[in-house]
Structure formats: structure tokens, C-alpha cells
């Protein structure tokens, strides 16, 4: 049973949410702000975080980065919860680490099926060989990966989105297909969420000087090569 951290400070929402939530058979914790949360991670991990991106004190888009930038939390799957429903807002939230972007007012049906398929992508593969290509290795089983001997640090679906490249190279993929094969089908996730996972996934790369293995194909999408 996969635990989830709930960070909001509306009991209305708060109470919604965990209701939903426990019925669909996940473990809930609740904490009202980015202190609190912090305190509830430092007591026991969860397994994904839903997090109010407007927050009493430190907001929840300060919270993510601060989560992502630790490497104790950075595997944390994120789920920001917001009445910011503008794209450049849902960009700035994924940019900050998060793997979803709720917009406000949504369903509880809508947001288990998001923490879901969020749990689903983020699972590690396992029973897979490890793959390799120009000193990158990818491994699914420990979900390490290196280049040229030295460790990379990445978030899970970066992860995911890394070793579907690998596992599938000199193809393009365009952000619909991307969509489908990374995060899944029936997932409500917009096709501009793949842009904002490739630049952390080439930053991710760029310290073993692999970034460039991803590359940009100009009106069809990506592909991974090594040639």
C-alpha cells in the first residue's frame, strides 16, 4: 500500500482529497505547510507528495525545488495542486521538479487516477538488463545510471524517459508517442510537459558530457544516438 503526503492548507480540499485517496486504498498523511511537510518527510518518506502550490509561508513551488535540490528527497514524486491554471504556471511547476500539475478545481476521481499513473511510471523496471551506448550505462534493476564511470543524478521519470531512448535508438519520437510509451496512455499530462522533462534530462547528462545524445529533430520531435 504506497504512502501519500497531502500539503494543503484548506481543510475542505484536505479532507476531500484523503477521503478519495484512502478509498482507493492508499496510506495518507496530512501536513498545512511546507515546514510541516518537511517534518512528515523527515519522520518517514512517502511515496509520492501532493503539494498546494500557494502555501502559508514558503510556498509549494519553493518547497518542490528545495526537495529536489536534496539528495535524500529528490526521488519523491511530486503532484502540485493549484488554481494557477495558466501555461506558463504549469511550466513553472514542472520545471521546479514536479511530475504533475493539478489544476484547480478537479475531480477526486481525475486526481487518483493522476497519483495512479504517477506511482505506475515512477516504479522501477525490473527484470531488464542494463543498457549502454558511448559510456552511458542505465541500469533498471539498482535504477542507477553512469557515464564514463561516474554517477548521474536524475529524477524517476527522467529515469523512465532516458532508458525508453536507450532501449529504442536512432528512432524520432514526437511528444504524443513520447507521452504514450514514458508516462502512459489515458494519463492527463499535456504534450509540452515532454519539453520540460527532455532540458532536465540533457542538464542530468551534461556532466559526463552525454547530453548530446539527445537530440533535437527540428518539426518531428527527439532521438537518442550515439552516432
Sequence with gaps: MASILLVEDESAIREMVAM????AGYRVRHAESAEDGEAAIRLSQPDLLLLDWMLPGQSGIDF???LKRDRATRDIPIIV?????????????????????VPKPFSPRELVARVKAVLRRVQPTANESPVEARDLRLDPVSHRV????RALEMGPTEFRL?????????????RAQLLDNVWGTNVYVEERTVDVHIRRLRKALEPSGHHDLLQTVRGAGYRFSAD
Design 20 to 23: 478519495a485517496l484512502e478509498r
Design 64 to 66: 518542490a525545488r528545495r
Design 81 to 101: 495542486l493549484t488554481a494557477r491554471g495558466e501555461e506558463a504556471d504549469r511550466i513553472r511547476g514542472l520545471d521546479a521538479g514536479a511530475d504533475d500539475y
Design 146 to 149: 553512469t557515464g564514463t564511470g
Design 162 to 174: 532516458l532508458h525508453f531512448f536507450m532501449t529504442h535508438p536512432d528512432r524520432v519520437f514526437n
